[in-house]
Every structure is written in structure tokens, then in C-alpha cells.
């Protein structure tokens, strides 16, 4: 049977978890023995940390008004230049820019400054206020301008809202142009063509070389806007491509990815539903893509499908709670894993179609994870596993995902193989806990590779690996373990 593949994560997001897990089980080192008796003294009383005060910033014009001469624009912005710019560009709506500014209260009192660090700010239009994007807009590089910014316009749509007018000295440094809105950008020209699910792409240059296995690794640019072309994030801003894992990224950058050469750039509109969420974005509209794939990390095979993947067989054993089972290849000794005990384990998982969705294979290591985090097929099937175990598992969609949108749907099969049985340190309790820590996410969710311990939380997958900036493309949490969506 030819392995189709789709994706979601059977072993991810423990990453993140670790960090409270490993904050909860650090020791205090023990403190070094003296090497003579220890004369008795008054500790000192401790130093009372001082905040650092910053000097005042002298305004070029008085800030309680703008002056006569200001240009007052039809939102109620008032500026007056101070210093003009050269040249005659300006920055689009999209565009990055580099600024220096202080704001000040009407009253006079300096807020900030990045002349304090003499450190210029990086300020991403798409997502500033109306008033920045304005004044910004209007800017030449070069050109430095005083700004009264009442406070409707200061607000960005996140954080407390500001309740009386700013004053800005700004100085724009540096324009960096986003990539050009495509002229098609509200809707898929006729001739698209469409991947299974329907997404309708195009090639706007073509590439070479084979395309990439679903199971790849692949370092793409990538550009996003909505149907209005408002940019929503762009690789080419930073100049990194970023790295997806193919088979753990969402379903409509997987379609499209699998179809690309190295070199090729495509366009594509895919609903949000089927990609990553975003700020302002409703999961009724409509994304548009532009994939450059840069390189290809080919990575090992998965298992082959197995012959008896549309259904266990007959002689199968079945749980109480109704996870069919056999035995690939027996274990040794007679310790089965406590729902609560961690395992290490090599796995590999597909739907009854024999589509792979996830696999450790293809990453070269096993994972570990609480076996009480995962959902209840998993806890269930392997709870008589013993190690060196290879087991197949059928898990029937009510003990695994219950169609939950973006997972795999249906019966799941599994071949598991439990590598080693250890047992979960005693944690503190977190304080900042409701006493319900939750169960992390996922088939495998909460898992690490192993070597690692459980988290007491997991979080939801990661679709790839950016080297810089926040990730995008990322799959959807799985349910919590129990089923719960």
C-alpha cells in the first residue's frame, strides 16, 4: 500500500512544558564546607535595590499644544517637522521601519526614550496604531517630526487604552520594504489548480529537483496576507527562511509544500481554518501564501504501512475499554508501566486509509512521556506492555481525538514499541495552580525525546522550527488526555 501522509503530532509541546517541570525540580546546591569553624556575625542588612533614574528629555516645542503652525490632518493629528527628509520613498502599509523616538506627557513628564540606550526601534506597520501608521506613512528617511497623537488613535486594539493625548518626537531612520501585495491577492484566478482538500494554488516561478516527502524538514520563505492585502507576517522582513516540519504543520501549508520543487515559488489561498490562527483573522476567511522553498533536509523513512492497518485482524486481543491489540515482537521481564509511570517509546501512527500522520522514525530518536497525559487508547493499550515490546494498536476515535478538527479522524492505529519504564519524580506543587494541572496534549502530547521527565503541563504542537521570531504554521493543540476537547 503506498504511505499517504498527513500530519499531527504524536510526541510534542513537552518542550515548553519542561520549563515549569524543571523549574519545580530544581535543588539548591549545597553549600561548601567550611574549612575552619565559622566565626558568628551580624548579617548585614541587605542593600535596598534602587531604581535607576533617567534624566528628563527636553522637548524641541512646548507639549501641551501643538503650536499655530502645526498641520492638523482630518483623524486630529497634529505634527510639525522638524528636521525634513531626503529623497522621495515612504514607507507602504506593510513596510518595516527603524525609528528613534520620546514620547512625553502634555504636562511635560518624559515617558520614554530610545535615545536613553541610543538603541533605534524596529516597528512593524500591519501592526501599529492608526496614529503611528499615519504619521509613519507620511515620513521621509531622515526626517524627524513632532506628533500630538490623541489617544484614539494610540491604540493598537491590545494592552490598557490610553486616556489623553501623547506627544512623539519621531525620527524615521531606515524604510525596509515588505514584499510586493500580489495583484490577485482577493481571490484564486480560475485557472488554480487545487490540492486534495481543495486549497487552490498557482506557480509563479518553478523550481527543480524532486518535491519533499510529507515526513521532510524544509526551509521555506513565507509571506501572508488577508484578502485585502494587509500583510500578516513575512520571512523576507528578517531575511531567514524558516523551517517546517512537513508532517506537523497545518493542513494547508502540508498540500501545498508536498507539491514544491527547491526554487519554486507558489501562491496560494488557503482558508484559515486549515492554517495557522492569527490576530484579526476568522476562521471563515481566507489566507493567501507565498511559499519560496530554499532547501529540502531529507530525513529517514517511517515504517512501512501495515497490511492489516484498515482493521485488526482476527485473533486480535481487545481491552475492556475496546483497544484491539497484537503483538509484534514479545518483551522481556514482567513490569508493565502505572498510568502515571514515564516510558520511553518508538512509535508510528496512521489512519485506517494507511495515511501516516506521525512517526519518531523520521526524527532519529524515541520520546518519552507520562503515560497518564496522553489520550486514553494510549494509557489504555500499553498499560500490559513490558519492555522490549513491539505492539500494533487499534484505538477506536472515542478513545483518541473524537473528530476534533485538524486531527487525524477515526480509528487510529499505532505500532508502538516501549523502550524503558520509569518512574515520575515527586513534584512541588505549583503554586500558581487551581490544583487541576490538566492533561498536555496529544496521542504521545507532553512527550519529549527521551531521556527527558514528564511536565506536569504540556502544550500544543509546534509545526516547525523558526530560527528566529515567533513560529508560525503550527498544527492545532490536540484534545487532553481523557478525550476532553
Sequence with gaps: MRTRCLRFPLALGLTLSLVWAGACDQ??????????????????????????????IRPALPVAAPPEDAVTTESGLAYKILTPGTGDATPGRNDTVQIHYTSWKTTGETLFSTRYRDRHQRRYLPQQAPGWVETLTAMKVGEKRMVWMPPELAY???????????VYEVELLDIKPAPPVPDNVAAAPEGAKRTKSGVAYEIVRPGSGDPPRVWDMVSTH???WTADGKMLQSTKTRDRPQRVDILRSMPGWREVLETMSVGQVTRAWIPAALSPPRSGVSKDD??????????????????????????????????????????????????????GSIVSVHYAGWTTDGTLFDASHVRGQP???????????????????????????????????????????????????????????????????DGTHGAPSGHGGGAKPAGGTSAPKARGAAGQTPKAGKAEGAAAATPKAGGQN
Excluded: C, H
Design 27 to 56: 535543588k539548591k546546591e549545597p553549600a561548601p564546607a567550611p574549612t575552619e569553624p565559622a566565626a558568628k556575625t551580624t548579617a548585614a542588612p541587605k542593600a535596598q535595590a534602587t531604581r535607576q533614574v533617567r534624566e528628563p
Design 367 to 433: 520520546v518519552s512521556f507520562a503515560l497518564d497525559r496522553v489520550i486514553p487508547g494510549w494509557t489504555d493499550g500499553m498499560s500490559s506492555m513490558v519492555e522490549g515490546e513491539r505492539r500494533r494498536l487499534w484505538i477506536p476515535e472515542e478513545l483518541a481525538y473524537k473528530g476534533k478538527p485538524n486531527a487525524p479522524q477515526g480509528m487510529l492505529v499505532f505500532d508502538v514499541e516501549l523502550l524503558e519504564i520509569t518512574e515520575r519524580p515527586a513534584m512541588r506543587q505549583n503554586p500558581w495552580a
Design 286 to 339: 481566507v489566507v493567501v501564501y507565498e511559499f519560496e522553498l530554499v532547501e529540502i533536509e531529507r530525513r529517514p523513512d517511517p515504517p512501512p504501512v501495515p497490511a492489516d492497518v484498515a482493521g485488526p485482524p482476527k485473533g486480535a486481543k481487545k481491552t475492556k475499554k475496546g483497544v484491539s491489540y497484537v503483538t509484534l515482537t514479545k518483551g522481556k521481564g514482567n513490569k508493565s508501566p502505572a498510568p
Design 222 to 224: 513565507m509571506t501572508s
Design 156 to 166: 493598537a486594539g491590545r494592552g490598557p487604552k490610553p486616556t489623553e493625548t501623547s
